[in-house]
């Protein structure tokens, strides 16, 4: 059960036909009574976490060079001026010529001036993960500050350094900088159009949801969406299954102003990935997983609970069953095996011949089914230490699971959910 909006994936059936709800991983499916189930698990998933530290290496202060010369000069005998007096007013009259016409020159040295006029209204986009300087240099270039040292000053003095939202602003030109500062705590204030992409969608749902937005066809936007296009500058799309960018187009709104290309659209999304992930250790590969499995792991906790709380449980019931070679029986990889829909998972389905097939086959899927999130990402990295086999949605109706390691008990969850829907 989900409490997301329907995006084309049905967790429970409701038709006529199909598999009584809330029966996830049920040993007593048309699947499991073809193959022995294990009962009992042993304590742990297994699946340790891992972490990155990046160090910082100090970058050397930028030094200035410098060079001095001297000349020597010949000493001349003195000569008597012969000008006298006249000799006299013309220096004096050159210097006043001078100074007439280089006093403009130092002045501007001097006393700076910006040439942008005061008050006109400009939009700025600040883009997605940008840094301090970055920031700087976009109001500079669009003449909102006139010196940066007073837009810093005024990002400490607000304590706003955490604080900063990307997005498109609508600034005026010599802006206060406190001004300023507080616009972009605050947050976006220009009405543009803005990409979003749900947890949870697949690639072929985010192309529909970029012809929605932008009037790209989505199957334009789904012959660019290769990632053997990208895999050079992004290394964690090396291999992937089918050559897919599945599970790598992380979900976020983005702002890429009115009429973005196709390419430029799949690059903030690899961007944003990057960044999410940049802390994370992805080759931690627990249980052995690869990268990849991990996101495909993520993908599969991603689908199935929409409650953060509970994804390193659902973590911990996958490395579980992984552990124990029982067949993970996820509903959300036969919706995928059998290319979406919003109708319940049935019988039928569970016979697709697809290596998305988790009751058919052991093991993970052999690639993402959707873009997870980055708590999701973390579940996978991070299980919960439980004994964990079997969950199925609470009677509560919330959108929560109950979790148990015991057949029985999980039959009488069952039982209870399927109550609470008559």
Do not use: W
């Amino acid at each position: 059960m989900s409490n997301r909006p329907d995006d084309g994936f049905s967790r429970r059936s409701t038709g006529s036909g199909d598999r009584p709800a809330g029966t996830r991983f049920r040993d007593d499916s048309v699947q499991a009574q073809r193959r022995p189930v294990a009962r009992s698990a042993r304590s742990g998933a297994h699946c340790a976490p891992g972490s990155a530290h990046r160090a910082a290496r100090p970058v050397p202060a930028a030094t200035r060079s410098s060079y001095s010369s001297s000349a020597s000069r010949r000493a001349r005998p003195s000569r008597r001026s012969l000008a006298g007096p006249a000799a006299v007013a013309v220096a004096v009259i050159a210097l006043i010529a001078v100074a007439v016409f280089a006093f403009p020159v130092v002045k501007g040295l001097l006393f700076p001036s910006s040439s942008a006029e005061a008050g006109l209204e400009v939009e700025v986009t600040i883009p997605e993960g940008a840094s301090g300087d970055a920031i700087a240099s976009l109001l500079a270039e669009n003449h909102v500050i006139d010196n940066p040292k007073d837009y810093y000053a005024a990002v400490t003095k607000l304590g706003a350094e955490s604080s900063l939202k990307p997005g498109s602003y609508i600034l005026y030109t010599l802006q206060d900088p406190e001004d300023v500062v507080r616009q972009l705590v605050e947050g976006p204030n220009a009405d543009t159009l803005t990409l979003t992409i749900q947890e949870g969608l697949t690639v072929a749902q985010t192309a529909q949801r970029v012809e929605e937005t932008y009037g790209i066809p989505a199957d334009e936007f789904l012959a660019q969406a290769k990632a053997s296009a990208y895999a050079a500058e992004y290394p964690f799309l090396s291999g992937a299954y089918e050559d897919s960018l599945e599970g790598y187009l992380y979900p976020k709104t983005y702002n890429l102003g009115e009429s973005p290309t196709v390419d430029q659209i799949i690059r903030a999304c690899l961007d944003q990935f990057e960044v999410e992930t940049a802390s994370l250790d992805l080759d931690a590969r627990p249980q052995g997983l690869t990268a990849q499995q991990v996101v495909t792991m993520a993908s599969l906790i991603e689908r199935e609970t929409a409650v953060a709380d509970e994804r390193p449980l659902v973590a911990s019931v996958i490395c579980n069953r992984l552990a124990l070679d029982m067949p993970l029986q996820i509903d959300a990889a036969i919706v995928y095996a059998r290319g979406g829909g919003n109708q319940g998972v049935t019988y039928a389905d569970l016979e697709i011949d697809s290596p998305y097939n988790v009751y058919e086959h052991l093991g993970l899927t052999p690639g993402p089914i959707c873009s997870p999130s980055i708590s999701a990402i973390e579940a996978a990295l991070a299980p919960a230490q439980t004994d964990y086999l079997y969950y199925v949605a609470s009677a509560a109706g919330d959108g929560s699971h109950r979790f148990t390691a015991d057949y029985e008990e999980f039959e009488q969850f069952s039982q209870e959910y399927s109550e609470s829907l008559s």
